[in-house]
């Protein structure tokens, strides 16, 4: 059974900072893996997603990693802002039934 | 390009009350999930379809939840009776196929949600 582990479930940086989230997963048999922000309140924003056969995408101020062999990911944030502050899940797709088994999720907050 | 939408974003009922959420997904999208959210916690499959039909529903508490998805498009989920331990986001998510290459994937898109309290 693939589980998801993010730690820590919160972080506190000063704005301006550059910061990395990390990800793992049990099973590297993995078909793509996504990075999402939610909101207090709101629903998930898909930021990045990237497939078994790559090793990054970016968007912007963002970076997501993939290694599969070891079972990680990580998401880089740029000089973070306090716009920035939100809880990012990491998810995976284990299986052609293409099911999101999502991590806990980090709560980052940016501080002015 | 409208999201996925869903209502009504807010539900609150006594236990043994029933209750039901409706989802739209995003034009074109043949894939249509249902997860529950608890607090704290990451968002888990309650439903997947594809098109009309309920490809997996392992995780679905069919004693007491059923959902349908009728002409391929939008989606409704029912709880029938509710209990206190109900009570979470219903989040509808909805995908098509995208071909990458030799391979290719399914990226998920969320709606806002329906923040269930049961009293």
């Known amino acids: 059974k693939q589980e998801v582990t993010q730690i820590p479930a919160a972080l506190s940086v000063p704005e301006g900072e550059n910061l990395v989230l990390n990800c793992s997963f049990t099973?590297?048999?993995?078909?793509?893996l996504q990075w999402f922000r939610q909101d207090p309140g709101k629903g998930l924003t898909s930021l990045l997603l990237?497939?078994?056969?790559?090793r990054e995408q970016t968007s912007g101020r963002l970076n997501a990693s993939l290694d599969k062999s070891s079972g990680r990911s990580t998401l880089y944030i740029a000089a973070s802002q306090p716009g920035d502050s939100a809880t990012y899940l990491c998810?995976?797709?284990?299986?052609?039934?293409?099911?999101?088994?999502f991590g806990k999720g980090i709560t980052l907050s940016v501080r002015p | 390009e409208a999201g996925v939408v869903q209502s009504p974003r807010y539900k609150i009922i006594e236990k043994k009350q029933p209750v039901a959420f409706w989802c739209n997904p995003i034009?074109?999208?043949?894939?249509l999930y249902w997860y529950r959210q608890n607090l704290g916690q990451g968002p888990e499959l309650l439903i997947r379809?594809?098109?009309?039909?309920?490809?997996?529903d392992s995780q679905l508490p069919k004693d007491r939840f059923s959902a349908e998805r009728l002409k391929g498009v939008d989606s409704t989920l029912k709880i029938q009776p509710a209990e206190l331990g109900d009570s979470a986001v219903y989040l509808c998510?909805?995908?098509?196929?995208?071909?990458?290459?030799?391979?290719?994937?399914?990226?998920?898109?969320f709606g806002p949600g329906t923040r269930l309290t049961v009293l």
């Open positions: 998510a909805s995908s098509s196929w995208t071909l990458s290459g030799t391979s290719g994937y399914n990226e998920q898109f």
């Open positions: 099973d590297s048999a993995i078909y793509n």
């Open positions: 990237i497939q078994s056969s790559q």
């Open positions: 998810a995976v797709v284990t299986g052609a039934n293409s099911k999101l088994t």
């Open positions: 034009s074109g999208h043949n894939t």
């Open positions: 379809y594809e098109n009309e039909e309920a490809v997996d």
